[in-house]
């Protein structure tokens, strides 16, 4: 009873195991796979079964305690075993193969990636210090410009303009300097018409009273004649 009971677990173990094959084999069939390595599970599949089928012929005969026939039988198990596992070792070196030039092309993409990358930071950093320096010119040349500017306006020459044509900030400051410039150069020669007329008046109104002062002279004069011939006449009288 005792080997009865150990060779029903032997036989219960095998069916387990064959069960978790089964869902192994499942699984890995739904993998893509190259058309070499697909020959080779096709091949191994075919083998698996004529195995399968020797091994249950087996278990039947040592189920039905034919021990002396499953031993002689036991060999064409081992042997279609054999050329399964053969098959299997194949499909094995196959995929370590597949899996070596995988690794070797995701190798040879890594080191491409690294290197584009490293090359774009390398030009990003290198368009950036261009570009830095370019604006950093542009603004020291809009500064000088400004200054400049600024300088012959507080030495009265109203005749200078900023020359920046930009639509960025310092070319609306610039724009707007320009105007007020323009502006002011409007109120300054407003101004000295104003003075030119002021002046014409003065001349004008000093020349009336240089007219006036001396027609006085000429009335005080008659005066003093009037004056003078009525004193003779008093004393011619008397």
Do not use: P
């Not at 219960?12 to 796979?33: F, G, H, P, R, S």
């Amino acid at each position: 009873k005792g080997n009865e009971n150990d060779k029903q677990k032997r036989i219960d173990n095998i069916e387990k195991y064959a069960k978790e094959n089964t869902v192994i084999m499942d699984d890995y069939d739904k993998l893509t796979l190259s058309a070499e390595a697909r020959v080779i599970w096709d091949t191994f599949n075919t083998q698996l079964e004529q195995y399968r089928s020797l091994r249950e012929e087996s278990i039947n005969l040592v189920k039905n305690n034919n021990y002396t026939e499953a031993e002689e039988h036991w060999t064409e198990v081992e042997k279609s075993r054999e050329q399964m596992f053969e098959s299997l070792d194949k499909l094995i070196i196959r995929n370590n193969d597949m899996a070596k030039d995988s690794n070797s092309e995701n190798a040879k993409l890594y080191n491409t990636s690294s290197k584009l990358i490293y090359s774009f930071m390398i030009g990003g950093l290198l368009i950036s210090i261009v570009l830095g320096s370019v604006l950093s010119l542009y603004m020291v040349n809009s500064i000088k410009k400004g200054l400049i500017f600024a300088e012959a306006l507080g030495n009265g020459d109203l005749s200078k303009e900023i020359d920046l044509n930009s639509k960025d900030e310092l070319g609306q400051l610039a724009k707007a300097l320009n105007i007020a410039k323009d502006n002011i150069r409007v109120l300054v020669k407003e101004i000295m018409q104003n003075s030119d007329e002021i002046t014409m008046s003065s001349e004008e109104l000093s020349a009336t009273v240089e007219e006036i002062t001396s027609k006085l002279e000429i009335v005080n004069e008659n005066t003093g004649e009037i004056v003078k011939e009525t004193y003779d006449t008093s004393a011619t009288t008397e």
